[in-house]
C-alpha cells in the first residue's frame, strides 16, 4: 500500500512525522493519517516527493524499482521575499463586507477591515481573509484565516505554492485557496486541492481575476 511505502520512504529520510509535515507544509496529524491509510497523498504532496525529493515515481505509486532517482535534496528552500518581520498588523478583511477580492485588491486602503492580526517573525502580508470550503481540508478548514500577499504580475506564480484566487465564471466571481500547478495545456493552470476528495480542475489563466499568494494561516478551533 502506498501508505506504507511513505512511512518507508520518511524512515529511510531519517525524518520525524512533523519533519515531513513542513516539508508538505500540513500538519503532523496529517502525515500520520497519510502512514495509517486513513488520507490519501495529494497531488501537490506527489509533487514535492518526486521534484523535490527525487522519489522515483513508479516505486511510489506500485512499490517496484528504486525508491530514489538520485540523492533526495533535504536542503531547506527559502525564497528572497521570505525575510520575516520582527513585528506587523495585517488588517482581516471581510469579502463579503468588500463585494469580493477584487475591488479589495484594487485599493485596499478604501476599505475597512475588521480587526488587524499581529503577529511577530513572519513574511510581509498584505492582509487576510477567512477561508470558505473544505477543498484545502484537513491542512485548511472552513472558518481558519488565511494571510496573503497579492500576486500583481500573474507571470510570477511559484508552480506548487498555494493561492488564494479569484475566478470568474459566468461573469460571476469563485474565490477559492488552491495549490497552482503547470498544465500541459497553453494559457492553462491547474488548481490542485489539499482535500482527497477534490478533483484537480484546469482553468484558462485569464478568468483569474485576482491572486495573492498565501503565506500563512491561522487555524480557529471552536470550544463547545
Same mark, same amino acid.
Given at each position: ?9 520518511? $524512515?529511510?529520510?531519517?525524518?520525524? !512525522?512533523?519533519?515531513? %509535515? ?6 503532523? @496529524? ?8 486513513? @488520507?490519501g ?5 506527489? /509533487?514535492?516527493?518526486? !521534484? ?17 532517482? *538520485? ?7 527559502t525564497?528572497? $521575499? ?6 506587523q ?18 485599493d485596499?486602503?478604501r ?10 517573525n ?5 492582509? @487576510?481573509i /477567512? ?5 484545502m481540508?484537513?491542512?485548511?478548514? *472552513?472558518?481558519d484565516? =488565511?494571510?496573503y ?15 488564494l ?13 488552491? /495549490?497552482?500547478?503547470?498544465?500541459d495545456? =497553453? ?15 484546469? =482553468? %484558462?489563466?485569464?478568468? =483569474? ?9 491561522i487555524?480557529?478551533? *471552536?470550544?463547545?
Open positions: 500500500m502506498i501508505s506504507d511505502r511513505i512511512k518507508l520512504l520518511r $524512515t529511510s529520510l531519517g525524518l520525524t !512525522q512533523s519533519q515531513l %509535515a513542513d516539508r508538505f507544509g500540513i500538519g503532523k @496529524a496529517a502525515i500520520s493519517m497519510i502512514e495509517t491509510g486513513k @488520507a497523498l495529494s497531488s501537490q504532496n506527489r /509533487y514535492i516527493l518526486v !521534484q523535490e525529493l527525487n522519489v522515483n515515481p513508479n516505486w511510489l505509486e506500485t512499490g517496484e524499482g528504486r525508491m530514489f532517482n *538520485s540523492e533526495p535534496d533535504l536542503t531547506p528552500y525564497r528572497r $521575499t521570505d525575510n520575516s518581520l520582527p513585528l498588523s495585517v488588517p482581516l478583511y471581510s469579502v463579503e463586507a468588500t463585494a469580493g477580492l477584487v475591488p479589495l485588491f484594487a485596499a486602503t476599505k475597512d477591515p475588521l480587526n488587524y492580526i499581529q503577529i511577530p513572519l513574511p510581509r502580508c498584505d492582509g @487576510a /477567512y477561508v470558505v470550503g473544505d477543498s481540508y484537513p491542512l485548511l478548514k *472552513s472558518g484565516i =488565511v494571510l500577499k497579492q500576486l500583481k504580475d500573474f507571470g510570477d506564480i511559484f508552480w506548487g505554492d498555494m493561492y484566487l479569484s475566478i470568474d465564471i459566468d461573469g460571476e466571481e469563485f474565490i477559492t485557496v488552491k /495549490y497552482i500547478q503547470k498544465s495545456r =497553453v494559457g492553462y493552470i491547474k488548481l490542485v486541492s489539499q482535500n482527497i476528495h477534490h478533483a484537480d480542475k484546469e =482553468v %484558462a489563466l485569464e478568468r =483569474v481575476r485576482a491572486l495573492a499568494l498565501v503565506k500563512a494561516s487555524r480557529m478551533n *471552536s470550544i463547545r
